[in-house]
């Protein structure tokens, strides 16, 4: 099959899967849209929300909806990098055997990342990055694809470790969850409390979801649309020549190379789902909010003043 034939295929498929994933969900249509363009980009995402906004179900039908394997950890102080990665143990012929941790699948949901140590949180930075894990000395290769799914609750900062820049840096998108609007919240209340056990269809397969990953890598894209990410990011840097006044008055950190890479890829994505052959500026603009907001870091002056990274991100749209 030919790119072009790929892309439209890709267009119908998606239709098809945000039904399925309908079934379960209701409304969310945003934040659903941001994590697809993360699997089908080769990304991460990070959640941000207060509790019963449905995100382990969201993430569970996703998983189901893609055919992939979905596990979930529950982050807590006391657990271990080992309780993620998996352990040796000796086995009955008194022989080193690696138990596998709940970090092998192809989607891990990391329930309240911000709960657990430091040491804890950094254990899923290699599988994030590289792909693997090493323990004891050995390498473990994880399957692909490879999705992390972290979720944060941004009311309760008691008892939390805040995840460290580096950390953030890995994730490409950071996805507020709103409320529902009343009249979805009717709707969600409705089928929850009756008996209505919806099926939720697998419409890929693992491997399928890695050949959509490398047709977005293939897909081409326009100088002036890469020098538009590059500036875009560059403007939110403080220091920089191109920063308005606004970030240099604001803000004390701006974005880094990573989040010009994943404004690239995410606006490939965002076009091939909506049947374009070749990402526009307008693509880039549609992902830049997600993909900046946790990458730049406001002085005190901008909390003093009530200044959100999101309306910081907009002055410079």
């Not at 309908?22 to 409304?27: D, E, L």
């Not at 893609?66 to 990098?81: E, N």
């Not at 998996?86 to 329930?111: H, Y």
């Not at 803000?251 to 989040?259: E, F, H, K, V």
């Amino acid at each position: 099959m030919s790119d072009v034939a790929a892309i439209d295929n890709l267009v119908l498929r998606h239709k098809e899967l945000k039904k399925e994933i309908s079934k379960v969900i209701i409304g969310q249509d945003h934040v659903i849209d941001q994590i697809l363009i993360s699997i089908f980009s080769g990304g991460h995402a990070l959640l941000i929300g207060v509790p019963g906004l449905a995100k382990t179900l969201m993430v569970n039908t996703i998983a189901q909806a893609l055919g992939l394997q979905f596990k979930r950890i529950q982050f807590t102080p006391d657990l271990m990098p080992s309780d993620i990665l998996g352990s040796e143990i000796l086995d009955e012929t008194r022989q080193f055997k690696f138990i596998k941790g709940p970090v092998f699948s192809n989607i891990v949901l990391a329930d309240e990342i911000n709960r657990t140590p430091p040491k804890t949180q950094a254990a899923l930075l290699e599988a994030m990055q590289e792909r693997s894990v090493t323990v004891a000395g050995h390498r473990y290769d994880l399957e692909n694809p490879y999705f992390v799914l972290a979720t944060q609750n941004p009311i309760e900062q008691e008892g939390t470790y805040p995840l460290p820049e580096a950390q953030l840096d890995r994730f490409m998108f950071a996805i507020n969850l709103e409320y529902p609007s009343y009249q979805e919240e009717v709707d969600v209340v409705k089928a929850t409390t009756s008996d209505r056990k919806p099926k939720v269809n697998p419409l890929f397969t693992a491997q399928e979801i890695v050949d959509l990953q490398q047709l977005v890598r293939r897909i081409p894209v326009a100088d002036n649309v890469v020098e538009y990410a590059v500036k875009l990011v560059g403007k939110t840097r403080p220091k920089s020549a191109e920063a308005p006044e606004i970030i240099k008055q604001y803000l004390d950190w701006g974005a880094g190379p990573r989040a010009s890479q994943n404004l690239i890829l995410a606006a490939k994505t965002h076009a091939a789902t909506r049947g374009k052959y070749s990402p526009d500026i307008e693509d880039v603009k549609a992902v830049a909010t997600g993909i900046l907001r946790h990458r730049i870091i406001k002085n005190y002056k901008a909390e003093a003043e009530g200044f959100t990274e999101d309306s910081l991100i907009a002055k410079i749209l």
